[in-house]
């Protein structure tokens, strides 16, 4: 899942990737592989357990992964706004 917050006025934009994982090392494997550090992305809070919900307009949230708690990481990185 890939996230672009752009902050009018300023120069720069953060582009954030969060990679869901079974394990910390699973992601931390899938972050090296997919080259995240060498294009400039660093983790930004905790890696932790997480459960996740898919909300779909006004219909009730949906479990995803059925229910079961997952690893989430969040990397970020900051780039010179275009446009």
Known sequence: MTHTIEM??????????TIIARTVADAMRQFKARGLDTEGYAIVGPVD???FALADGDNPSTDMFEG???????F?????HQG
């Open 49 to 51: 357990k997480h459960r």
């Open 68 to 74: 079961a708690q997952m690893i989430a990481a969040t």
């Open 76 to 80: 970020r990185r900051t780039t010179p």
């Open 8 to 17: 009018p006025h300023t120069q720069t934009q953060d582009q954030y990737i």
